[in-house]
């Protein structure tokens, strides 16, 4: 019996009172704790506990419940988390959303969950409302994001009482941005365009990419634009690129564990878009492209060291992203590594 339903029949158990005896026991029932956690849009949630049973949606907040030691609490996911990353252990079955948008609330109630996580991004208000009435709390946290990167990792550990699990992953991260900030200190920033996904779709402020940039020693070229969408994205006018002439171009691909080589027709294309072989990034070959798996893992702070060696190679000297990448993907996804090579190319490779 499924724990919502088990306090059900404590309820039930609680009204047969006898007479003259000052108390009542319930023999063989299992009791149920309640948690209350704070997610990201400041609302108090209560979930019935322990968690052993858990939807996620979003490939970046699989990332994290799993590098906390919660994966095998996972019973339901989205189709973009099944495809990026292959090592889910969560069949058809429990593929319940096609989209943060498109998700089957009736799929979700037949998985029985504790908790639903979503990242703010997705309906999370349409999912309230949808399975309040099967008694499933909504729990908004978002992976993607760097600057709320120690408060999701905290509020994950929360819900899953993985406390220690989500501290090792905050130690990891920090271990990451100390040295950055140590080798980085008093670099003259360089300037970069970020282009993601799509030809022309660039990060700005509030955006996870936008400070992977800055804590890499860079500066967003399009740091002044306004009228992102609901990660802070936003696709720029090509001449824009042009006119702002950055230092670097970097391309972060579709996320995927499974490797895909796509570096050089991205690289090849990038180079003859019209306007750019007159770009300094170009003319001097500091173009990057990576598969985002890499450079968005631990909320791109993989992505921020791998940046910080290609923009300040002299500053970074001896640090080795690559070691940081392995790390993340054997010791906190708990899957195979096989080589940065397969997910990372930098300038001239």
Request: proline letters at 5%; a negative charge.
């Amino acid at each position: 019996m499924h724990k919502r339903l088990i306090a059900g029949s404590l309820a039930a158990a609680a009204a047969l009172v006898l007479t003259g005896c000052g108390q009542v026991t319930v023999e063989g029932a299992e009791q149920a704790e309640t948690i209350t956690v704070t997610d990201e849009q400041g609302r108090e949630v209560e979930i019935s506990g322990p968690v052993d049973r858990a939807v996620v949606l979003n490939s970046y907040t699989n990332e994290f419940v799993r590098a906390i030691g919660a994966g095998d609490a996972v019973v339901g996911i989205d189709r973009p988390s099944s495809q990026r990353l292959d090592y889910l252990e969560v069949g058809e079955d429990g593929i319940i959303a096609e989209a943060l948008d498109q998700i089957n609330y009736e799929a979700v109630a037949d998985l029985d969950p504790d908790v639903v996580i979503m990242p703010r991004n997705a309906v999370w208000q349409e999912a309230v409302e949808q399975l309040e009435g099967f008694g499933i709390p909504v729990v908004v946290a978002t992976a993607w994001d760097h600057l709320v990167f120690e408060d999701t990792v905290t509020l994950l550990g929360e819900v899953f009482d993985a406390e220690e699990g989500a501290q090792s992953v905050l130690d990891f991260h920090d271990e990451i941005a100390a040295d950055l900030d140590e080798r980085l200190e008093g670099v003259e920033p360089k300037t970069v365009y970020l282009e993601t996904v799509d030809p022309y779709l660039t990060a700005l402020p509030g955006s996870g990419f936008h400070a992977m940039i800055e804590q890499a020693g860079g500066e967003n070229v399009f740091a002044d634009a306004a009228g992102g969408d609901a990660q802070e994205e936003l696709t720029v006018d090509p001449a824009e690129v042009v006119l702002r002439d950055p230092d670097f171009i970097f391309h972060e691909f579709e996320p995927s564990s499974a490797p895909n080589d796509r570096f050089t027709a991205i690289s090849d294309e990038l180079a003859a878009r019209p306007g750019w072989s007159g770009l300094a990034a170009v003319q001097d070959g500091q173009i990057a492209v990576a598969n985002g798996w890499a450079t968005s893992a631990a909320a791109k702070i993989i992505g921020a060291a791998y940046l910080a060696t290609w923009l300040h190679p002299e500053a970074t000297e001896g640090l080795d992203p690559d070691a940081y990448l392995e790390r993340w993907v054997t010791e906190f996804q708990d899957t195979e590594f096989t080589s940065a090579e397969d997910y990372i190319r930098g300038p001239g490779a």
